[in-house]
């Protein structure tokens, strides 16, 4: 005779005494996708606060900005440049750059080439092109083509 649980699995139908153990150990899938879609309104509903600050408030979201990219990821320094060139704060972006390119492996320098090739800083993205084959790898064909495709 099968022994069936409190709860019924709404997924397999199985009949289970713990519904959070039995989903992820049975369903990891089902709680990963869910995961997925919460961090997904996390994140809009956090850009669409970032928006309502830095229209209603520019002065404190620069402020915000400027913490924000005192974090120890490249990704959010990269986010901070981004969001400073946008707002025509140029000085601020920079100093991030040079922060990121000190400390930063070959994919935050790729990111900041490309920042500047879209900026159409032509010049100071192939300058930091060759210092980054020099720091990593001379022989890197990512930044050969991008030497290649920025004289073109």
Same mark, same amino acid.
């Given at each position: 005779m #099968? +022994?069936?649980?409190?709860?019924?699995c709404p997924f397999c139908g199985e009949g289970v005494e713990d519904k959070e153990v039995h989903m992820k150990h049975m369903h990891p899938e089902i709680i990963e996708k869910e995961e997925m879609k919460m961090l997904n309104e996390i994140?809009?509903?956090q850009y669409f606060l970032m928006e309502k600050l830095k229209e209603k408030n520019p002065s404190l979201y620069?402020?915000?900005?400027e913490k924000l990219s005192e974090e120890d990821n #490249? +990704?959010?320094k990269i986010m901070c440049v981004k969001e400073f060139i946008l707002m025509n704060e140029m000085n601020k972006a920079e100093e991030i750059v040079?922060?990121?390119l000190e400390n930063g492996d070959k994919e935050?320098?790729?990111?900041?080439?490309i920042l500047y090739k879209n900026m159409g800083k032509k010049e100071r993205a192939i300058d930091l092109c060759k210092k980054a084959m020099e720091k990593f790898d001379k022989n890197r064909e990512e930044f050969k083509l991008f030497i290649e495709e920025m004289e073109d």
């Open positions: #099968i +022994k069936m649980g409190k709860y019924k994140r809009r509903q620069t402020e915000f900005l #490249i +990704k959010i040079f922060e990121v935050a320098y790729m990111e900041i080439l």
